[in-house]
């Protein structure tokens, strides 16, 4: 008989350490649920929009301003390549004289290949106008060239005209040259020039992780 007592104490007291164990376990669980919830959710990273054609100008010596209108067409932009990844968002443009049907041209600079066309509304002068477009996706270190066609621009240049060196760093643009060709057509110029900038044309930019 005391053998059974024995038996049946012990079968009590697994019960009572099983029973136990699951109460701490289930109170260890609601705990880490618990505090899983109050953990913050990271918030994401908004770059700022960047336009940095004024810091190019300014970084490249360009103070002096010359305006060109009639005077011959002419395809020309700034090559220039980002030191993150990003998107253009907007392209900006600021001419002498106005112009419906400005043609914008974003190519890859290696291929030589047309990544994306615009055309803007210049609809009034001296003013910078921008338009929104669909978002281009930017590789970080890869290289392009943004390019418009017109007969009006500003030209901009050092007070002496002498050369500047490139490449140049605005913000998280680094401009590697200016290139022009004669012409209405929309082809890759072959031209660089270092003592001057034709625009003013540029491109609204944002990081992105």
Known sequence: MKRLE???GLRSLSLKSLCLLLTLFAVFSIASCS????????????YAVENPLDKYHENAGFTATTNFINAGDYEFGLAFSPNV????????VKLPEVNANLKVTIWDYTTKEI?????VNVSSSNTMISKNIAEIMLEKDRKYLI?????DWYKKNKPDNTNTV???TAG???????RWGGGATQVYPANVSLNYNGGDLSFNFQQMD
């Not at 505090?35 to 908004?46: A, C, H, L, Q, S």
């Not at 990844?85 to 900006?92: Q, V």
């Open 172 to 178: 998280n643009i680094k401009f590697l040259e200016y």
């Open 147 to 151: 390019t418009m066609n017109s007969n």
């Open 35 to 46: 505090k899983d919830d109050d953990e913050p959710v990271p918030t994401p990273i908004v």
């Open 166 to 168: 490139y490449p140049i």
């Open 115 to 119: 990544v994306r066309t615009e055309i």
């Open 6 to 8: 024995n038996f049946f």
């Open 85 to 92: 990844k990003g998107r253009i968002s907007a392209i900006n």
